[in-house]
């Protein structure tokens, strides 16, 4: 059974920085693109980054495009989102999640795509 646990998130001031962490246990970590996505308050869910299952391509939404840096570090099975400079408008619950596919040709951005999920943990940024 796939798990996935998230950490870090948190109160913070505008300007401020959070790095989030997802643990992920019963699967071949390295085989699959992670993905954040985050969904605030009336909102749908969506897109923040990905990361490719081998860690080479990184993918982001125009919103945190040059703040938040995606990264996995495949020993420890766990993926990661820094988050800088972050903005009230970043203020969301963030959930991390598995691509249905292992060793997927392509990493995809869409919530369909990916068919397990964390349980999220609350960022609140603060004006």
């Known amino acids: 059974q796939v798990q996935l646990v998230e950490s870090g998130g948190g109160l913070v001031q505008a300007g401020g920085s959070l790095r989030l962490s997802c643990a992920a246990s019963?699967?071949?970590?390295?085989?699959?693109?992670m993905a954040w996505f985050r969904q605030a308050p009336g909102k749908e869910r969506e897109f923040a980054a990905a990361?490719?299952?081998?860690?080479?391509?990184?993918y982001y939404a125009d919103s945190v495009k040059g703040r938040f840096t995606i990264s996995r570090d495949n020993a420890k099975n766990t993926v990661y989102l820094q988050m800088n400079t972050l903005k009230p408008e970043d203020t969301a619950v963030y959930y991390c999640?598995?691509?249905?596919?292992?060793?997927?040709?392509?990493?995809?951005?869409?919530?369909?795509?990916?068919?397990?999920w964390g349980q999220g943990t609350q960022v609140t940024v603060s004006s």
């Open positions: 019963g699967l071949t970590f390295s085989n699959y693109a």
């Open positions: 990361i490719s299952w081998s860690g080479g391509r990184l």
């Open positions: 999640a598995v691509d249905k596919f292992p060793l997927r040709a392509y990493t995809s951005t869409r919530v369909p795509d990916y068919n397990v």
